[in-house]
């Protein structure tokens, strides 16, 4: 009787093991009523833990931040709220222009001869860059290369441009100044992939130069060197809101849940790439206790350990292998497969070798073409769409359709 072994991938702990092992039986029950399907569960005592209880996470298990030393509780918020913007402006360098043009209303009367605040801040704008003091300080923080261009490239944006209009316009300038900087940094990351090396003051300061350099209201707000109209003000505020609610501010406060929510995945990549024995023992015990002929079918991390294994083990037991969703092609080609380096070919006595991707499953990779004439590539369409793809296999019919047609 053939002995079908589920072989879980990163992550997985119970009681989530047993439902998905539950599906895989009721998936190939109808199809192949003779096969077993049986567990390989290694989570549990190979998989990733906080083996001293959390202690290296900042604040685990109390439900309160790392106090920050120096600031007050309203000072450490204002803060918060002022690096979550940026975070906001680095994605939507155009965000607080964009809420200062809808918000504003009516005309502004002019003095004769004055010229309209937009086409004096569009004036002064395009003439930052022949400041000595702002280009070194651009330079300093990564992006003097970048800065002509962003600045052109706000101004004449689709936002940009009703911003320029809008009668308070004059009173935006440290908003405008953000879009230029926020500009500049999201183009050198487009242009070397990575982004500036410089922390938020070294931004701050470009940030006020610029804001220094800008013709706005004469009248500054508190005597803080800053030119802030109602609008720019109530606009601050929504950004703000906004920004409070950004991903990574909950992050920090909600860091101990998340840690429990999120280490036992990225832990099981790690733990294996570095000390794998114990989950690869796990899937060798299983294989010594089922009947054979066994086959291996193996999710994700599972696929890695279970190809490792029949790499480094002759186990003439198992008669196939199935991957489901997994790297182990992609490590090899990387060179970071455990058992195999780049350029050796599989074993001879490695098994036939079913890799059943999803092109929509971004976790999953072919392998034909790193392990030529050893593995058939089969492509699978859960129509769902990354991450819930890489997980969908097991409620996809057609997967059984293919398993009763190739299991022994």
Avoid at 370 to 394: I, N
């Amino acid at each position: 009787m053939t002995t079908v072994l589920f072989v879980h991938g990163t992550g997985v702990r119970e009681p989530g093991y047993s439902a998905s092992l539950e599906r895989v039986r009721e998936g190939l029950r109808p199809l192949r009523p003779e096969v077993a399907v049986a567990p390989c569960y290694w989570g549990g005592d190979a998989g990733a833990a906080l083996r001293s209880n959390g202690l290296s996470v900042p604040g685990y298990g109390t439900g309160r931040e790392v106090a920050q030393t120096g600031a007050s509780g309203a000072e450490t918020g204002a803060l918060d709220e002022d690096v979550e913007l940026w975070g906001l402006l680095y994605v939507d360098p155009l965000l607080e222009l964009r809420l200062i043009a809808s918000e504003s209303t009516g005309r502004t009367e002019l003095a004769p001869g004055a010229l309209p605040p937009g086409e004096a801040l569009r004036s002064a704008a395009l003439s930052l860059t022949g400041d000595g003091e702002l280009r070194r300080l651009l330079d300093a923080a990564g992006i003097g290369e970048e800065f002509a261009a962003a600045v052109a490239a706000v101004l004449t944006s689709p936002d940009g441009r009703p911003f320029l209009r809008a009668p308070d316009a004059g009173a935006a300038t440290t908003e405008l100044a953000r879009a230029f900087v926020a500009e500049a940094v999201r183009r050198r990351v487009d242009r070397s992939g990575s982004a500036p090396a410089f922390d938020g003051t070294a931004r701050d300061e470009a940030v006020a130069r610029i804001t220094a350099l800008l013709p706005g209201d004469p009248g500054d707000e508190e005597g803080t060197g800053t030119h802030r109209g109602p609008v720019a003000r109530k606009v601050g505020r929504l950004a703000g809101r906004l920004a409070l609610g950004m991903a990574s501010a909950q992050v920090v406060k909600r860091r101990s849940a998340l840690t429990d929510a999120a280490h036992p995945a990225a832990g099981d990549v790690l733990l294996y790439l570095s000390r794998g024995e114990a989950i690869r023992e796990a899937v060798l015990a299983a294989v010594r206790a089922a009947e054979p002929p066994v086959v291996l079918l193996a999710h994700s991390l599972g696929g890695i350990a279970s190809l490792d294994l029949l790499v480094l083990r002759e186990l003439p037991e198992v008669e196939l292998l199935v991957t489901v969703g997994s790297q182990a092609p992609f490590l090899y080609e990387l060179g970071a497969l455990p058992s195999l380096e780049h350029g050796s070919p599989l074993p001879a006595h490695v098994p036939r070798w079913l890799n059943v991707y999803d092109r929509r499953d971004l976790l999953g990779y072919v392998g034909a073409g790193v392990f030529p004439g050893r593995v058939d590539d089969v492509a699978l369409d859960s129509r769902q769409p990354f991450p819930l793809s890489h997980s969908a296999y097991w409620s996809n019919p057609e997967l059984y359709r293919l398993l009763a047609g190739e299991l022994p």
